[in-house]
């Protein structure tokens, strides 16, 4: 906590400021492989989000016979657009490729499981 007399009009010093403005450097591989992790997080999402908004009584033909399924669709095809949106809107922030390298070490083989676990 940062001590400030009630009658100045400076505002306290933070010392964390100049590591705020340093450019992030990342390497050609941590972006690429960013990238890719990234790529594939979200086709997998995709591929899930398709198969698991398909109505549970047979065919597409069929939504209109009960309006869960027709629900099921809606909200499906609504994720999925958003999704497919996703997949073409790369991030500009560098540190984010080497979030989505981390995120994407754990999260493609999670989905991958859960992938297997619905087929």
Known sequence: ?????AHTTQSPRRHGSKAKNAPVKITPRQR??????RSVFIVLLLIALVHLSMP???TIWTILDRPGDLVRLA????????VGIQLFTMPVDPLAFRTWLFTGLAAVPFLVICMIGTW
């Open 1 to 5: 906590m940062v001590y400030v007399p």
């Open 32 to 37: 690429l492989a960013g990238v890719l992790l």
């Open 56 to 58: 549970q009584s047979g």
């Open 75 to 82: 909200l499906g095809v609504a994720m999925s657009a958003w």
